[in-house]
């Protein structure tokens, strides 16, 4: 008895978030974020007239440049540190595969209101081969309302509007780096396109 008394108690301190499984609309998360193996992913592939050695090492170099992780300061706040090496520990320039994770910035919904988008993290994997790359961007954690959450789970409590604008954060977010990371790559590659 002691002990149901003291987890009801820590569970009530720490205002346990209610999270569901985000609604499917048109096999995207919420009508927006796209889904491949049910989870949150986006895959693009891009062709580049060069060979698979080329690309794959500005797509490391990119990667190298873009590799973050969050961790969490003593107030509970996020902070993005660069970490290249992340890169070059776990790329493979045999099979052409570069594998990083990263972090997306945060910033406010729009200038009409103070709402503020917390941002969130995600993993990527990057094949090379002759001619063309393919990324994927998965593993989509979002650090916000009301606590860290992957992206295929909402809360309960917050209203379907506001995470809807939540999720098109993100997703003009991750598409952004996207058309950066082809322009990144197509630039350096010595043939481009």
């Known amino acids: 008895m002691k ?7 820590a569970a009530s301190l720490t205002g346990c978030a209610s ?20 989870m949150g992913s986006y895959q693009a592939t891009y062709k580049v007239n060069a060979s698979r ?5 500005q797509v490391r170099r990119w990667a190298a440049f873009h590799a973050t992780t969050t961790v969490t300061t003593p107030y509970g706040l996020p902070l993005k540190i660069n970490t290249p090496t992340t890169a070059f520990n776990i790329s493979d320039n045999m099979l052409g595969d570069v594998i990083s994770s990263g972090v997306i910035n945060g910033g406010p919904s729009d200038y009409k209101t103070v709402m503020y988008w917390p941002g969130g993290s995600y993993s990527t994997s990057i094949e090379c081969y002759d001619g063309y790359f393919r990324v994927t961007i998965t593993n989509i954690k979002l650090y916000g309302v009301p606590a860290y959450h992957a992206i295929e789970l909402r809360d309960r409590s917050t209203p379907i509007r506001k995470t809807k604008a939540y999720y098109q954060f993100i997703d003009k977010e991750i598409m ?10 197509l630039a350096e590659v010595p043939n481009g396109r």
């Open 3 to 9: 002990h149901l008394f003291i987890v009801l108690i």
């Open 19 to 38: 999270f569901i499984p985000a609604e499917i609309e048109n096999d995207k998360i919420l009508g927006i974020i796209p889904i491949q193996y049910g």
């Open 53 to 57: 050695e080329d690309i794959f090492r």
């Open 176 to 185: 952004s780096l996207l058309n950066q990371m082809e322009r990144f790559v």
